[in-house]
């Protein structure tokens, strides 16, 4: 009769439902400790329940996040999508728009970057934007204003040569590095360093920043595809995928 109890017991113990077979807060010090036994006996013998529930639980969680992420995407949608200064590139009449929070020093953002440029390029139907979000100390500050600097003095084809440039820059950046970046892309260095630390550079890097923290974007890359949030790098491949099931 044991073994036929704690299967039972365990099922009624843990039900969520209010119709419960019995008050467990009537029974005795006895019965209860047996109880707890008889359940820490069935688990033990039995582990497997223990990961079946675990799993279920996670992907619970990971469904409520889901649907989270997909408030933020809408109650954000125009700061995402038409905020009037982020670089578009991609076909900007895309019927797909793929956004992208970058930080030129991120690992990961390097890694994603020949990816993403090469999904945008065999597609050739997405639009493509990118948010300046520096996060990972002085350097990628350096760089987010050097870009951003570049965007505003010259133009968004000249800040799409920068951009390509900085994210595959290595070694330290500094004033010296910026202005051989900027030799070697043909651009008259010292306006775009004077401009770096303007008021409408900060501007930019700051409206960015607020609105990664209304999306609660924490890491780079992030990246929004039409109205979902896809948080870190993923490969080509999985890109692809999730673009043609947004196409349906």
Known sequence: MKRLFAPTALALGLSATSAMAFDIDSMSDAERGVFRDEIRNYLLENPEVIMEAVAILQEREAQNKEQDDLALVAANTERLFED????????????????????YRCGYCRKAHDEVAELIKSDGNIRFIVKEYPIL????????????????????????????ALIKMRGDVTERSLKRLSKGLGFDAEPLLEHMNSDEVTQEIVTTRLLARDMQITGTPSFVLQDEMLRGYLPLDAMRAIVEGKRG
Do not use: C, M
């Open 84 to 103: 009037g200064y982020s670089w578009v590139g991609g076909n900007p009449e895309g019927d797909i728009t793929l956004v992208e929070f970058i930080d």
């Open 137 to 164: 100390g002085e350097a990628s500050e350096l760089s987010s204003r050097f870009a951003i600097a570049v965007k505003q003095k010259l133009g968004d084809d000249s800040y799409k040569q920068a951009h390509d």
